[in-house]
Structures are given as structure tokens and as C-alpha cells.
Antibody
């Protein structure tokens, strides 16, 4: 059974930094692309970033470019999102999702329960 | 256009059929996927396109859910809607740059 467990969320001040983690189990982690998708309170889903199974290719939404870095450690079955220069509008639940492709974001067939990031002074 | 457009809200009588639509230029080239999200829960994949089929049901999804696509419009159809189908539904697709996008979501009410 696929299991994705996010961690690392919390309350931060504007301008702060944070690293989210997503521990994966139940599938061959290195064979699948992974994504981060966020959802602001009361709002819809917003794609943030994706990474290929090998980690060689990354894809980022405009909102993430220059501030967020997605990475993975296939030896630890763990996905990361390094977030810097955080803004109030980054406040959201951040979901980790397994993609149906090994190379790029395609369809997210499993999702974690999410971790809440709150940016506020 | 790099956007996907959905109706904000749709309602259906219990047991009737409802279609939720999603429009966007990317859908002319790439399959849509559909997600169901209930309050306080993570999204769940319902329908995805793959291997020349626009409508593949995800594991565990009842067969009353189906998908289709024509031109720039993708549709999710629920045939015989049940009370437990009341949820938010999001379409998603990727573009030529391998960027993902989501529609704004459709809140389905089962009356």
C-alpha cells in the first residue's frame, strides 16, 4: 500500500525559510516522479513543483521559481521542498503526491494528508 | 491559454446523472485527470487519461464515474449520483513545458 507522510510545516514569519519532507513507502520510489501541490485556506489546488524519478529534472510553477527548490533522496525514499523568502500568500496545506509517470507530472495517483504552512507576523 | 476553467458549483438530484466540465487549450493536446476532495481530506484521483484512453478509473473508484474529452473540453460524468459523491472536483492537465495546472474546482451538491 502506498503511503506518503509529509512533515515540516509550521508557523513562520514573512521572509523565513522552511524545509518540508515527504516520506514514501509501498512503491519503488525512484521509479516515479513526485510533486508538491498546495491549497490555501478555502481555496483550490495549486501545483507548486515536480521532480522526475531520477531527480535529474525539476519543474516549477511561476510562484515557486527562485524561492522554492524541490529535491529527493532516493536512498531514503524521501521528497523535499525547500522554501525561502516566504510570504503570507504561501500559507497553505502542502500535499506531497506520487505521479503516474517516472519522468514528469502527469496524474497524481496517491496523495499524502498534507502539512500546514502558515506565514504570518 | 495555460488555464483550466470549471463551473464553480453544480447540483444533481440523488440517483440522477451529472456532468462536470473543464475547458482549456491544453486539453487539445493532453489528457485531463480528475480529483475528488471532501472537506478536511486530501484529494483522491478519480479519472485519468493514459495509453490513448481519456477515461481510466483510478483504483477503487466506482464505475458510475467516467470521463471523456472533446476538443478543448474534458468532462467528468457521474451516472446515478450518490450522497457520498458530494465533494469538490478538480480537473488537471499538463502543458508542453511539463507544468501542471488545476481548474478552480466544482462544488458538487447532491440534493
Amino acid at each position: 500500500e502506498v503511503h506518503l507522510l509529509e512533515s515540516g510545516g509550521g508557523l513562520l514569519q514573512p521572509g523565513g525559510s522552511l524545509r518540508l519532507s515527504c516520506e514514501a513507502s509501498g512503491f519503488t520510489f525512484s521509479s516515479y516522479a513526485m510533486s508538491w501541490v498546495r491549497q490555501a485556506p478555502g481555496k483550490g489546488l495549486e501545483w507548486v513543483s515536480s521532480i522526475s524519478g531520477s531527480g535529474d529534472s525539476t519543474y516549477n510553477a511561476d510562484s515557486a521559481k527562485g524561492r522554492f527548490i524541490i529535491s529527493r533522496d532516493n536512498s531514503k525514499n524521501t521528497l523535499y521542498l525547500r522554501m525561502t523568502s516566504l510570504r503570507a500568500e504561501d500559507t497553505a496545506v502542502y500535499y506531497c503526491a506520487k505521479e503516474g509517470s517516472g519522468y514528469y507530472p502527469y496524474y497524481s495517483d496517491h496523495w499524502g494528508r498534507g502539512t500546514l504552512v502558515t506565514v504570518s507576523s | 491559454s495555460s488555464e483550466l476553467t470549471q463551473d464553480p458549483a453544480v447540483s444533481v438530484a440523488l440517483g440522477q446523472t451529472v456532468r462536470i466540465t473543464c475547458q482549456g487549450d491544453s486539453l487539445r493536446s493532453y489528457y485531463a485527470s480528475w480529483y475528488q476532495q471532501k472537506p478536511g481530506q486530501a484529494p483522491v484521483l478519480v479519472i485519468y487519461g493514459k495509453n490513448n484512453r481519456a477515461s481510466n478509473r483510478a483504483s477503487g473508484i466506482p464505475d458510475r464515474f467516467s470521463g471523456s474529452s472533446s476538443g478543448n473540453t474534458a468532462s467528468l460524468t457521474i451516472t446515478g449520483a450518490q450522497a457520498e459523491d458530494e465533494a469538490d472536483y478538480y480537473c488537471s492537465s499538463r502543458d508542453s513545458g511539463n507544468h501542471l495546472m488545476f481548474g478552480g474546482g466544482t462544488k458538487l451538491t447532491v440534493l
